[in-house]
Each structure stands twice: as C-alpha cells, then as structure tokens.
C-alpha cells in the first residue's frame, strides 16, 4: 500500500497523490481531495488503526 491519507479530529479526511514535500507544492502536479463524510473518515480511520497496529514495532511481524 502507499496510502497518503490524514485524518482530522476523527472528522476530516484529506486524501490523494499529494507528497508533503515541497516539490509537491512547487513543481509537481498533485492532488488532494477534502471531505467531511463521516462514513467515510470513519473507514480511513479505520484503516490507520489497523495500519497503526500492523506495524507497530514492539510487537513481532512475520
């Protein structure tokens, strides 16, 4: 996965191809998408849960 996702107070996702980088902002040509749907941040939220979780490194990963 190469999930570029942020929520916000569990209330707003920012979702898209954009690298918070300068170049991003700069030079290439990105994206971002802005919502406040709350099933929908709920699913995001979720999945950096489960992410969150996955990867945590004081746990052993197979």
């Keep these: 996965m190469h999930h570029k996702f942020v929520v916000i107070d569990n209330e707003i996702l920012?979702?898209?191809?954009?690298?918070?980088?300068r170049q991003a902002i700069t030079g290439n040509q990105e994206?971002?998408?802005v919502m406040n749907d709350?099933?929908?941040v709920q699913q995001f939220q979720t999945e950096?849960?489960?992410m969150w979780t996955?990867?945590?490194?004081?746990?052993n990963h197979k």
Excluded: A, K, Q
């Excluded at 920012?14 to 980088?21: D, K």
């Excluded at 996955?54 to 746990?59: C, T």
């Design 38 to 40: 709350p099933e929908i």
């Design 14 to 21: 920012i979702n898209g191809s954009f690298n918070w980088t």
């Design 31 to 33: 994206n971002l998408v």
């Design 48 to 50: 950096f849960e489960n």
């Design 54 to 59: 996955e990867f945590d490194p004081r746990h």
